[in-house]
């Protein structure tokens, strides 16, 4: 269970240093730069839901919080 959290900590992590400097570089978005942004925001999300999947569905599997942990996959695979 530690092996995917680290692994979506760690993905969050490089993807927040990949935007500090992305918007250090820019001074005003194109339309290359919005769509960075969007790619970047979806594969945040992406990897937040599937920190939520692993931490709600291992660690805690109780019968109150499946319905929370369907939305959130159901997110997770539109996305």
């Known amino acids: 269970m530690l092996y995917y959290v680290q692994n979506s900590v760690t ?3 490089l993807l927040v240093i ?10 005003r ?7 960075f942004l969007a790619l970047w925001a979806t ?3 992406l990897l937040a839901c599937e920190l ?3 931490i709600l569905g291992i660690s805690a599997p109780t019968a109150s919080l499946a319905p929370f942990v369907a939305v959130v996959t159901a997110i ?3 996305l």
């Open 11 to 13: 993905g969050m992590l």
């Open 18 to 27: 990949l935007l500090y400097f992305f918007l250090k570089q820019q001074g």
């Open 29 to 35: 978005l194109g339309k290359e730069g919005r769509y």
């Open 43 to 45: 594969n945040f999300a």
């Open 52 to 54: 939520c999947i692993d």
């Open 76 to 78: 997770f695979y539109t």
